[in-house]
């Protein structure tokens, strides 16, 4: 216990380099919190304990002779001043342990005279898809991983648009970018690991059930993907799948 206490008196790189001994003990803490029956009192805990062993993971940003850039973090310990209303809404079920949606990055000149803010998200807040068909063979390439009942929804929609009961679809999951997971809205209020990993709040799915009918429209009828398909009422405009404050 005293390895423990002079570890912690030194602060992170303390406990970094006592590690090894502090094994043991984490692994009971850890058993005794997964058993705990609030999963988000289990959330809380897990990214209090990274942010605590370890620090700094994220890359500070390249500065050169001509000025200094400089990331401008959240206050998580002041979360009324950051989040809004549509903010916290926008995360449904999900707790607000990190902001990354709200970092900024400040650049400084090297003779202090100019500054300079822009937002600066850790999540991607644009993200690519596509579709093509192969003979009788339709690819959707998407970003991100779909859980099995996301999938079957979107490749229902699809068929729904192409007016293909039996058509092959074939959804290709981390094509051209990655954005985590991709659940259905159900699967996104328990907030298990796929809810929990998916960026975009409970309507990601329909985000993409809207973007990629659209493709598929426009493949149908050999016109432009630009407009509204009157096979497909989108509930509301992309890109707004991620809608800073």
């Known amino acids: ?18 590690l090894p001994s502090l094994v043991p003990i984490l692994k009971t803490v850890l058993q005794i919190v997964a058993a705990w029956p609030v999963s988000s009192s289990s959330s809380y805990f897990f990214s209090i304990l990274g942010q605590f062993f370890f620090p700094d993971k994220i890359e500070k940003p390249q500065s050169g002779p001509e000025g200094q850039w400089s990331w401008i973090v959240p206050d998580q310990l002041a ?9 916290i809404i926008g995360h449904g079920m999900k ?8 970092w900024r990055l400040k650049y400084t000149s090297a003779d202090q005279s100019q500054e300079t803010e822009k937002d600066c998200p850790l999540v991607p807040h644009i993200v690519p898809i596509q579709m093509m068909q192969i003979g009788q063979i339709s690819i959707v390439g998407v970003p991100a991983e779909f859980t099995t009942t996301a999938g079957r929804r979107l490749k229902a929609k699809l068929r729904e648009i192409l007016g293909q009961e039996n058509a092959r679809i074939v959804i290709s999951n981390y094509s051209n970018a990655y954005s985590g997971y ?10 298990e690991y796929e ?7 409970p309507y990601t799915l329909d985000a993409y059930l809207q973007e990629t009918g659209k493709l ?5 009828t ?9 096979l497909f009422e989108p509930p509301f405009d992309v890109p707004a799948v991620y809608k800073k404050p």
């Open 95 to 102: 707790p607000i342990m990190f902001p990354v949606g709200l």
């Open 216 to 220: 598929a429209y426009a493949i149908k």
């Open 1 to 18: 216990m005293t390895g423990l206490l002079g570890s912690l008196a030194l602060g992170p790189a303390g406990i970094k380099a006592a």
């Open 222 to 230: 050999g016109t432009s993907s630009q407009f509204k398909s009157p």
């Open 79 to 87: 979360p009324n001043t950051n989040y809004t209303p549509s903010y």
């Open 182 to 191: 991709v659940t259905t809205a159900e699967e996104y209020a328990i907030q």
């Open 195 to 201: 809810g929990a990993s998916t960026l975009y709040g």
